[in-house]
Structures are given as structure tokens and as C-alpha cells.
């Protein structure tokens, strides 16, 4: 933030000088400046301020210098940021007089942090005194910013016009399209005409991708799922991966994706960067973060079906779902109406829930514990996921023994069957549907509402929009996990599934077939939801793949 003081001393002593000089600051102001190659600072020459750096004459003093690292810098521009310099138009140049900007002006654009987690662009502006200066001024802050080889240069970006309140367009072009061009990313801009227009075109062009550093999708979840589905099954194909096959380790997408919020919900945009703001998710773009991400692959038997990174629900979430989805005209307020609806319906639903939970060492913690920036369960995840390998084997070799495994199952009446694999945190529910699961860490929360009173539930639901616990209560239960499997109460298992991975390594050993005598009342099914997407077959399997993609994000920095 600008005007945050030092405090890293040790750190800016090693971290060189590579430009200093005493410039104005806007027309007035006579500031020393001085850049390194990790920040830019300065302080007002009539004022006494501590920039933090032992070694530096003009930076000792008492009170804090404005700062802004290098790796926060968007762009340095000549002029004053509003006014390039360039030689006016014949005629021009009269009636401009009064706005012409200083002659060797430039100016750095950055990130400021605001409330909520929302990011703002600034500018300063320095004037030198000479062109020359200008120019080295310019030259030493965009090598600088040159060295940061994570930033996005070239860009794919599908904007779904249609999306939440149909602002998809006007947001890119007025809030988002301006800030990638004064960073210099190039972006190939393609409006979408159908559904699934942007899946089918990943898929179609993945040998043609190369060029591009990332796909941005300006949109809502299910257009965030939309690219999710073309980069993860183009990338199965390009390396021969069978996705069909629910044992398959699936291989990590390379490019990343950026979301551009202009949905109804905006769950995964705002997990991850903690607001729903165009212009905070432009920034993460343009600086390059990267938010790796587990994804599950959903099966039915044998078959794929989909790939979910937010929410898998049945009964309360898969019923608002497919109430709402002939509202799709209402926008947000949708969900707010079959909300309702399906609220004062309370039904339930019968059946055997089945899953492997993750390792001890990442079950539930006691406490309240946030997935944040630089999450260090998540960072664990490359070594705990090659445990996971020898997890999941010697699961697996157990399955074939028939001891029956890791595998756990809870059968019974439920409201609802969430899979959460990560918080689903929205402008709904800030803290989200499981406030303490994680981006990365290759496990989902498996979320059992068993029947209970209207009353109950509605306190269970009302604890989503606020900071009480909505897992205290006796008729819910949480289980963090690997893998998962449902299967209704019609359709009961013929032979008992020792061995579940007998029909992921596609030797099916038993089949699902319904029992039900004539006459027998056959219970109600609900379908289920699929980050937003209705899925066809209530008995499904699940497999978390830890970290398959990753975000132009950073998650939740402590604020
Ligand atoms: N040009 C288009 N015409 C019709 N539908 C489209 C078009 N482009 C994309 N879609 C579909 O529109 C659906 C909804 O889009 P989107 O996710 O952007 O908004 P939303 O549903 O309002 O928000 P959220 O998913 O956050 O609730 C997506 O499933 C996507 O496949
Ligand atoms: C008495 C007050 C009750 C208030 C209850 C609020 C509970 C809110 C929990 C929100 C959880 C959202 C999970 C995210 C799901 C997304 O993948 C999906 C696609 O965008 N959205 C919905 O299904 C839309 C889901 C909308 C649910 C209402
Ligand atoms: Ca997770």
C-alpha cells in the first residue's frame, strides 16, 4: 500500500540500488526516489522519513516513505498516466495547452490494496528534469518488471454475454480490456455465441494453444466450468489420457486460468481472491499469480461426466439447482426463489454414502482454520500427495484382498450431500459452504445433512451467512476425502463393494440395479449439482485431483 512504511531493513540492504535521483512528484513535490530491484520508494526532501535502508544518505529519518514493490507495478508509461506524451495534431495543440502534461513526466502504475479484499489501480506520477532522465527512468523500471517471467505477455479471453446480469461485455471493455493494454498483454478476444462455445473451442484448437500464457473466462462459475472442462480434457488428449477411466491420474493443465467476475454467484473467483471485483481479478492476471487448484472427476460407472471444482450437491443444493434453472431470466434472484421453494419443500433423500478419508494428518482441524495466500496445508501438498500415491495404492491393494480398505460408508435420510472441495465462499456466504477446506490440498469436505426438523435446518442455513458454525448441530457431519461414491436407495448394490476399485480399473465387479418389489414405494431421487451444472445420474464416483489446474490468483491474503 502506498505510504506503508519499511521495517525490512536487512532485506532492501541486500537488494541493490539500481536508480536513484530527485525528481518532482506530480509538479510540486521534490522527492528523492529510488528504485531496486524489488521496490520503488520515496521520500519528500523537506520531510524527515525512514525508508528502512541503512546504507542510503538521502533515506534515514523518522517517519515512513512511501514504497511499492516492483512485483505490484503494472506499468510504467511516459506522461501523467491520462495524457501520453505524443506530438499533438496541427490544432491541436492550442486548445490542449492547459491539460499538456509535464514535458518529461512519467508514470507508474500499481496496486493498491482497499478494503475486502479488493485490489485498486494507482498512479504516481515523477517529472524529471531532462529527457534523458525520463527515459532511464522508464528504461530501469521496465527491465525490472521484464525480469518477472510469470506475467502474462498474450492472452485467450471468452466473454459470455449473457452471464448473471448480462454486464460481461460492458465490464471487459470498460474495466478490464484498459488495464491489460497499459500492462501490455496482448488478448485475443472471442465473445461467445452458444453454450459450450468456449469448451469446444479449447478443445478443438488445444494443439494451437501455445501462444497464449493463459485463458481468461469473463463470466460466471459456469463459464469458469466451461474452460475448466476444454483446457482439462484437451490436455487428457494431448498426452493420451483416457478420462473416462476413473482410476486415471490425470495430467496438470499448463496454461492458467483468469476469471473476470460477471456471474450470478462468482464462488470460485471469489474463494479464490476473496471479492468479486473485475478489477482486483484483473490485477492478479497482470501480476502473474498462480493459485494451483484440485479438481474432482465425477463418474457414473464407467463413464465421465464432469469435472467439479466448487460444490457437488444433492438434495438441497441440486434441488435449488434445477428449481432455478427455468428461471434463468431472473438472473441472481433466481436462486434466491427456488431457495425458498426448495426450502419449504424439505425433502430427503435415501442412500449410501461411501469415501476414503484423507491421510490423519489432514483431516478437519478442531478449529476454524482459513486456506490462505501462501497456505502452508496446501504447500504441503507436493510431498503429502506423493503419500497419497502410497496411500491410494495400499488402499487399493487392500480393495483387492477384499478387506474392504479405507473406504467408510454412512447410509441414511439426508437433506443434502455437499462435496466441497474448496471453501465455496460467495457474496452469500463469505465464510462458505465449508470455511475451513482447501484450494490445493488434494482432499474435498463431504458435508451429510441427515433429516431433521424445518427449524433446525433453517438455523443450519442461516450459520452460512454468518460467522456461527454450521456444523454444530447434531443431524450434520463433516468428513474430509479423498474419494467418494453415492448411490440412492433404488438402486442398491448387488454385491457388496469390497472391492470399489475393481470398477475403476475397469473390471467392473459389480453392478447397481434396482431391488424394488412391485407395489414398493421407490423413494424420491434428487439430481445432482455440478458447480452450477444439473448431472444426469444421481449414483456417481468421485476422485479429488490434487492441484490438476491453476488460477491467476493468489487466495485469501490476511488482511
Ligand atoms: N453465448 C451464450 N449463450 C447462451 N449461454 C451461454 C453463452 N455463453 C455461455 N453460456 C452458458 O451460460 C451459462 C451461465 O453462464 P455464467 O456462468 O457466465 O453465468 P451465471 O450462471 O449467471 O453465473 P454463476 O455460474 O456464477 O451462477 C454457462 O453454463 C455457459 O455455458
Ligand atoms: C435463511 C437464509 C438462508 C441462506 C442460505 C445461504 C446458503 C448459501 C450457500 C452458498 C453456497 C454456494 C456454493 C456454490 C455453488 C456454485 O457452484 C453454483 C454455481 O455458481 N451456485 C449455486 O449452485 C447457487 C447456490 C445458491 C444457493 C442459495
Ligand atoms: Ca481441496
Known sequence: MEGEGGGEGEEEAEDAVVLSSRLLRGRRQQVDVRLTRRVLTWKDVNKTTKCGNVGFGHFSGTAACPRIQVCEIVAVQDGDGTHPITEPAEGEAVAKQHKKPHPHAFTVCYVRRSAQHRWLSRDVTFCCGHQSLQRQWITAVQQNLALLSNRPRSLLVFINP?????????????KVAPLFARAGIS?????????NHARDHLREQRGNLDKYDGVVCVGGDGMFSEVLHGLVSGTQANHGVDQDRPDARLVPCSLRIGIIPA????????????????VTSALHIILGDSQPMDVCSVHSDAAFLRYSVS??????????????????????????????????????YEGSVWFVPAPETQRLPGVREQCVARCHVCQQGSCSEKMELKHLSDDEDKFIKGSGGEWRVVQGKFLAINMATMSCACPRSPQGLSPSAHLADGTADLILVRGCSRFGFFRHLLRHTNADDQFDHSFVEVHRVRRFRFQPKNQQLCVAPEDPSGAEKGTKTHTFSPICR??????????????GEMLPHAAIQVRVQGKLIRLFARGIEHQ
Do not use: K
Request: charged content about 20%; overall charge negative.
Open 162 to 174: 449473457h452471464g448473471g446480469r448480462q454486464l460481461a461485455v460492458w465490464i471487459y471493455d470498460r
Open 518 to 531: 412391485a407395489g414398493e414405494e421407490v423413494p424420491a431421487q434428487s439430481t445432482w449439482t455440478c458447480d
Open 311 to 348: 460444490l457437488l450437491g444433492y438434495g438441497f443444493y441440486g434441488d435449488v439447482l434445477a428449481n432455478s434453472e427455468r428461471n434463468r431470466w431472473m438472473g441472481p434472484l433466481r436462486y434466491d426463489l427456488a431457495g425458498v421453494r426448495t426450502f419449504l419443500s424439505h425433502q430427503y
Open 187 to 195: 488478448a485475443d478476444v472471442i465473445i461467445t455465441e452458444r453454450a
Open 263 to 278: 456471474g450470478s454467484t462468482d464462488c470460485v473467483c471469489y474463494s479464490t481472491t476473496g471479492t468479486n471485483d473485475p
